[in-house]
């Protein structure tokens, strides 16, 4: 069984920063791309930041310039800087995991439980 679990989220004021981080756990052999996703209360779930095993990366446009994604093969683990925060960002944010190999199974996509971004003064 593959778990994703996200840490980082928090109240932070218009400007600042914060930086998010996600783990995955259970024998893991290979991850295709990991990335994050954002959900603010009523709307769809949307891409934020993506990359793949190679480091090839994908922004949303809202965020290009301020957020940068990084992962960390070795330990499968993915992290999200985010920079000059705005209300806007306000959501919960998910950790996803692609195309998932490890020692007995593989999975399409994961998904963490979710951490919570607030941006406000």
């Known amino acids: 069984q593959v778990q994703l679990v996200e840490s980082g989220g928090g109240l932070v004021q218009p400007g600042g920063s914060l930086r998010l981080s996600c783990a995955a756990s259970g024998s893991i052999i290979s991850i295709n791309a990991m990335g994050w996703y954002r959900q603010a209360p009523g709307k769809q779930r949307e891409l934020v930041a993506a990359?793949?095993?190679?480091?090839?990366?994908n922004y949303a446009d809202s965020v290009k310039g301020r957020f940068t994604i990084s992962r960390d093969n070795a330990k499968s683990t993915v992290s999200l800087e985010m920079n000059s925060l705005e209300p806007e960002d306000t959501a919960v944010y998910y950790c996803n995991a692609e195309r998932v190999q490890t020692a007995t199974s593989w999975y399409l996509k994961r998904w963490g439980q979710g951490t919570l971004v607030t941006v406000s003064s």
């Open positions: 990359i793949t095993r190679s480091g090839s990366t």
